[in-house]
């Protein structure tokens, strides 16, 4: 609304006038050190992939190497995912909704993922789940091995997407109005039908933009994962580790083709992304509130 | 103490919802507690026992010997470095950028925003990869720096390029919401009575968005200490010379020196867990992160 009375006060204006100095300078120094550090380097990985004939670059982008680990990457990571979309609400509610000893240290503890440095989750991880690990140890005689498998692929990056489903989760869910909880209830609603008609349309931008944000986070990551993948080509290798394998083989025209191909699908998630986000704003304001 | 309140809120919640079957709530909660707290112990808290369990498998002599690993050493010493040089860099680009995005009106300023969110959407290794490919060997000026003897791959250089790259947005992300919603009126009523630019700076934004700064700078800090596979593309791994801390827990770790590894990887679990805390401390005073 004050966007759009703005934007029509002023059409042609690059700037709003403003009393407030600096302008110029700040702005000049973003965008001077945005295109410095961010963009022309991105803008280098691009040009250098080009380098390559169409048909080299298809050929090294469908190899079946390449083909393989996107494979992998991209199914662990939406499996990933969708164990953050199921499990993520049940914490996110949890937060929200009970009263229990020890909470406070549980709900700061969310962000550690965010914190720990990738290495560490890598190592520690692959520790737990190994064979004789603590808990690997109780998986081992199901037949069930994590560790450099690509289950063990699945629980790094299930571990790296979950704060961001259960932070994106938390401020819908305590958005939902108890009131007509209750009123639904009284009216003789059943606990699914509450869930299904009052709490799920509540939350759902929320659970999907999670969802898009631990996939985006689970397709690019490298260091929580080749600790515990074992990178055997075709099976357990990741498309990161690709590039870096690629690179290690001075074959910088390959693993520009490889990169870019990861910059083209990080620009659509992020526009997923920031559409789900319109969406989940869009209807927080026609509800009212 | 905590167990009453907790029954009390449980009473309370069953006091205003009458029609609720009491057996099948409290079934449900205890299901819910249980299912979050299996997960996070399974996925969390498990593997960060184990950091220390690891780290001090041989008894603390054995963990305190491995910093004096001369390798060790130096690996600690350049992730401070490393972060001594990034983060105010960083901190200095944030508030540049808040400045600019909040305090204005401007056309494209959410594309600017987008542009500044782009680091956290793409892979740590290409972070890494596109300045290998400007400045490596084989890159778009490797040729013209090697003549000039210039190493910015596989030496310090490139480390705080590719850290700076990934930890790039964490204060501006910070900054812009806090500065956008405190609004303009204390800094336009500074500059009207005739304070300057720099005064109204330092003495009435810079208060205003105390706990916003500090937030944004200690998790750009944790990022650019923790930083993996970014700096790994660039680094070349050179032991006691380009290798960072996470670096050498993959070295160590790779040798199967198991205790030096978790005994490197505790310090970073400590500062990560360092973080969370000052992280609550800023919460507490009323400034919530998004």
Redesign the interface.
């Known amino acids: 609304m004050n966007a759009a009375v ?1 934007t029509r006060s002023a059409p042609r204006a ?3 006038p ?6 110029g ?3 000049g ?3 001077f ?2 295109s410095a ?3 022309l ?2 803008a ?2 691009v ?2 992939s080009l380098r390559l004939s169409w048909s080299e670059f298809w050929e090294v982008i469908l190899d079946p190497r390449a083909v393989g680990s996107y494979r992998l990457s991209f199914g662990a990571s939406l499996l990933a995912a969708g164990i953050n979309l199921v ?1 993520g609400f ?2 996110a ?3 929200v ?5 020890g909470k406070r240290i ?1 709900d ?2 969310i ?15 692959t ?2 789940f190994a064979q004789n ?3 690997g140890q109780y998986l081992e005689p199901f037949g069930i091995k994590v560790a450099y498998t690509w289950i063990g692929v699945t ?1 790094a990056l ?2 790296i997407g ?1 704060p961001f489903m259960v932070r994106t989760v938390q401020p819908a869910l305590a958005e939902v109005q108890k009131d007509l909880e ?1 009123a639904a ?2 009216l003789g609603a059943g ?1 699914f039908h509450i869930f299904r008609r009052i709490i799920l349309p509540t939350v759902l931008p929320a659970m999907l933009t999670g969802f898009a944000l631990a996939f ?1 986070r689970a ?5 929580s994962v080749i ?1 515990i993948s074992g990178n055997l080509p075709m099976k357990t290798e990741i498309t ?2 690709l ?2 394998i690629k ?1 290690e083989e ?1 074959d ?1 025209r390959g ?2 083709a490889l ?1 870019t191909v ?2 083209f699908i ?2 659509i ?2 526009l997923a992304i ?1 559409l789900l986000q319109a969406w989940g704003r869009r209807r927080h304001t026609r509800t009212g509130r | 103490m ?2 009453s ?2 029954t009390q ?2 009473v309370d919640e069953h006091a ?2 009458p ?2 079957d009491t057996l ?1 709530t409290a079934f ?2 205890a299901f ?2 249980g ?3 299996l ?2 112990a ?7 026992a ?2 220390f369990t ?1 780290a001090l498998e041989k008894g603390y002599e054995a963990y305190l010997a491995s910093f004096s690993d001369p390798d060790t050493g130096a690996a600690i010493r350049l992730t401070l470095l490393t972060a001594a040089v990034v983060v105010p860099i960083n901190t200095v ?1 944030g508030l ?2 808040a ?3 909040a ?5 494209g300023k959410s594309f ?1 925003i ?6 956290l ?6 972070s890494g ?6 400045f ?5 000026f490797g040729l013209w720096l090697q003549e000039h003897d210039i190493s910015i791959v596989f030496a310090l250089p490139g480390i705080i ?1 590719a850290t ?2 990934v930890t ?1 947005p964490y204060v501006a992300r910070e900054l812009i919401p806090l500065m956008q919603q405190l609004g ?1 009126d204390e ?2 009523a500074a ?2 009575l005739g304070a300057g ?1 720099w005064m ?2 330092f003495r009435v934004t810079l208060p205003k968005v105390r706990w916003g700064l500090v937030y944004g700078v200690i ?1 750009c800090n ?1 990022r650019a ?5 970014a700096v ?2 660039v680094s070349g791994h050179i032991r006691g010379v380009t290798n960072t ?3 050498h ?2 070295i160590l ?1 790779n040798e199967y020196n ?1 205790v030096g ?2 005994a490197v ?1 505790s310090l ?2 400590l ?3 360092l ?2 805390v000052v ?2 401390l800023v919460e507490r005073t009323g400034y919530k992160g998004h």
Request: proline share 5%; net charge negative; no cysteine.
């Open positions: 703005e690059l700037r709003q403003s009393v407030l100095p600096g302008f300078l700040t702005f120094f973003t965008t050190f945005l550090i961010v963009l380097p991105l280098a990985l040009l250098m499990f049940i914490i509610w949890t937060l909704r009970y009263e229990f000893p549980i700061a503890l962000d550690m993922p965010f914190a720990l440095p990738t290495a560490v989750s890598g190592i520690a991880l520790t737990v690990g603590w808990i629980v299930t571990l979950m209750d209830e009284t606990r985006a397709v690019g990551e490298y260091g600790f990161p580790l590039i870096v690179l001075f910088y693993a520009a990169g990861m910059l990080s620009f998630m992020l920031n | 905590m167990a309140r907790a809120i449980f205003t919802r029609g609720r099948t449900v909660r819910f507690i299912v979050s707290l997960f996070l399974a996925l969390l808290f498990a593997p960060l184990t950091v690891m680009f540049a950028a400045w600019a995005i305090k204005f009106e401007f056309r600017l987008t542009l500044i969110d782009l680091p959407a793409v892979s740590p290794v290409i990869l596109v300045y290998v490919l400007l490596g060997l084989q890159g778009w390029l700076m790259f790039f303009n800094e336009e500059i009207t630019a109204t700076f998790l944790a200490m923790g930083e993996f596979g790994s593309v801390m996470p670096l827990i993959e770790y198991f590894a978790f990887a970073l679990t500062l990560a867990v973080t969370l992280k609550s």
